[in-house]
Every structure is written in structure tokens, then in C-alpha cells.
């Protein structure tokens, strides 16, 4: 059994993948409305126009798997990235791949907490929505529009892993 | 001193305005992931990319105003529809009028759940962002592009309204 150990996600750890949608000093802070309102401006780089795409809002409401997690499948957006933000406050967990050809070997966890959210660059392989605990609602901005957009990767045998919380 | 009486925000009571984002039987929901996930789709008709805009997602952090809240300036976005989801999962307040030509004797006043967001259709009339009691942060998303796209109103005299809260 070959274990993932998740770590606390951050902007330059998580680069590699997309973005990290938090307040702070890695984004532009326009203090608008008159003083009452600080605007963290452009905090993810959406990326959902491609071949007539257009931005979609939902909300996911994840159910946690049973304990421990076992990745067995993976999945991408080849046409748009996707972003989630948690509406619960409770930590989640992230895992993911480098878009490309998908590598096992490559597979990272991380823990995000409950002000963090993530948008998957287009191509990024990534866990669906992973609730800790409790279930977790997101919201979530991705891509509309006919085409096919999600490619999954099963994995089995030696390619499971199996994450360490 | 006119009173605004504020309702509580339905989808019903907000339609002349825009989107109600919550979870519930009035939006589309898909049971993904395997089963995991319920997917509340397409909560809210974005409309940000009239004239080369972008989608754009920030976070706003705002601070309640002094009590009880006076209506002086209300905003409208010609170009666009803007989005805004609660972060902190507290009470805030919506105040609107519909699009067109602003008329203060048609200013509305609702409050939003902490698990509701909202929509203005572009054009509406509204009040910025306002938290009430403590700081709520917001997830918003609204249009990027160079042009104009914020008109602003302000009320004086027999105008200004009081919010009943």
C-alpha cells in the first residue's frame, strides 16, 4: 500500500497545479466602497471560454468517503480550468496530478483549510470534491457548454494510493 | 426619516433583480462523483462577458456600517452581472432597485441567510456589499475588462433611505 501524505496547502506549493484563492499578500488588496469593502481582486485565473465556453456557477455538496481515502480514480477538464471554493469552513482535501500524461508516481495531497480554495488549471488531474468528516458544500465555477470536458484514469494495483488521514 | 422594512431574500421575491444562488429544488441537481456529490447546477445567469469581458473571481472582505444603515449611494454594473456568494455563513443585507432609470421610491430591502448568494442582473441598482454586526467576506464574480462598468447614484435629502435593522 503506497501512502500519500497530504501537506498544507499554499499558493507555492500548489503552483504547479493552479491557483489558491485566499486573502493575503500574494493578491492585489483594492480597498474600495468607500473604505467598508477590501477587494482581494482576481484571485484565480479562470480559464473557461475556450471553443464557446462559458463560466458556470453551481454548488457541490460532498459526502466524505470512508477512512482512509483510497484514489482509485482521477479526473481532467482538457477544455477549462475549475475552481471551488468551501462554503462549510472545514478543511478539505486535495489531490492531484500535473496535467499531461498521467503519472501515479506524481500523485500530491494537500490539506486546504476551510478560507482556501483551489481552481485546477485546464489539464490538471485531480480528485473529485474531498468532504473531511462532514459534508462539505462548494461553489464552483467551471465551464458550459456541450463539448466533453472530463477525462477519468482509473487506478488499480500498485497505482492506488492511499492517503494518510 | 423613510423606513426600508427588509424581507427575507427568496427567488421568488428577488427575480425582478437577479439570481438566488442556493441549494434546493428550484436549480437543476446532479448526482456526480460517483454518488459523492450533489451538484446543484447553473445557480445563477452570469453575464460578464458582453464587450471582451472575462470572468473574475475576487474575495471581499467588508466591514458592517454603523447602525442603523442609511441607503446614500446605490451602484449599478451596465456591463454586467455580479455575483456574490457569503463566505462567513452570517445574515448580510441586499438592498436593489430595479434596472432603468434609479427611483429611490423603489428601493428594496432584503436579508440574505449565510447560505445564500446573489446574482444582480446587469443593470440592476444596488446597494455594495453589506455585512451586518461583523465582517462577512464574499466570494464575487463580476467581469474584468478595461471599459467603465460601474455608475453610481447618490441620495440626499427625501432620498436617503433607513434600513430597519
Redesign the interface.
Known sequence: MIILQPRPLTIEAFAPYGDV???GAA?ELRH???G?????????A?D??AEGG??????????P?PRPIAVT?MERHPLSSQ?F?P?S?HPYMVVVAEAGEFDAGKLQAFIASG?Q?V?YRKGTWHH??LALDKPC?F???DR?GPEKNCDEVFLDGANIRTVNY
Not at 36 to 44: G, L
Request: net charge negative.
Open positions: 484563492l485566499e486573502t493578491h474600495i466602497n468607500y467598508n469593502t477590501d477587494r482581494y481582486h482576481d484571485v484565480a479562470l473557461v471560454l462559458q463560466p458556470l456557477v453551481s454548488i457541490f455538496r460532498s459526502r468517503l480514480v475552481a471554493y462554503l469552513q478560507t480554495g481552481n473529485y470534491s458544500d461553489l464552483v465555477i458550459g
